[in-house]
T-cell receptor
């Protein structure tokens, strides 16, 4: 049973557009929600993260929106660029640094 | 890749043979993890370690064992490799406790093919 459901699995966005990736979770004990970015042939790297006491966090062109009551969170990439083309994973954990549950990933392609 | 190396980077092995993957870190981080990455499944935790000789199972631990005799090394062993264990394996590390972000730093991965 997948504890963190991620959609879509693939996404094509025009350069300059907004990329939106959605995740939903079941375990209300989750208290840390990171997003990881992975380029081909590389390991994932932390992009941005949020705690459930905050509804939104923005870092540059990347924004996490968090809806605690709906148990959903999403990643928005504004002004998407070809260099953003990568696989994005949402994740959740209890206690932060122990068991992290990942979504299945979204392969984003930004076309010129 | 945050002072993490994985060896080998690529390996092809036959069904039924034992295989050991090595993760080595130079960060002196307490927590180490082994994940496998498969299309349609994302990253799934196999085992993790919270200190020397302290390990615990993840969600897909069957068929795998781990050992950690030194802070810097975390070994993943497939006792008898099967084709279902063909995957890309990632090691990750994270510092202990404190304030977030509780970031996990990933290694470059090992591509394992079991024929």
């Amino acid at each position: 049973q997948q504890q963190v459901k991620q959609s879509p699995q693939s996404l094509i966005v025009q350069k300059g557009g907004i990329s939106i990736i959605n995740c939903a979770y079941e375990n209300t004990a989750f208290d840390y929600f990171p997003w990881y970015q992975q380029f081909p042939g590389k390991g994932p790297a932390l992009l941005i993260a949020i705690r459930p006491d905050v509804s939104e966090k923005k870092e540059g062109r990347f924004t996490i929106s968090f809806n605690k009551s709906a148990k959903q969170f999403s990643l928005h990439i504004m002004d998407s660029q070809p260099g953003d083309s990568a696989t994005y994973f949402c994740a959740a954990s209890v206690g932060g640094y122990q068991k992290v549950t990942f979504g299945i990933g979204t392969k984003l392609q930004v076309i010129p | 890749d945050a002072g993490i190396t994985q060896s080998p980077r690529h390996k092809v092995t036959e069904t039924g043979t034992p295989v050991t993957l090595r993760c080595h870190q130079t960060e002196n981080h307490r927590y180490m993890y082994w994940y496998r990455q498969d299309p349609g499944h994302g990253l799934r935790l196999i085992h993790y370690s919270y200190g020397v000789k302290d390990t615990d199972k993840g969600e897909v631990s069957d068929g795998y064992s781990v050992s950690r005799s030194k802070t810097e090394d975390f070994l993943l062993t497939l006792e008898s490799a099967t084709s279902s264990q063909t995957s890309v394996y990632f090691c990750a590390i994270s510092p202990p406790g404190g304030e977030p972000p509780y970031e996990q730093y990933f290694g470059p991965g090992t591509r394992l093919t079991v024929t």
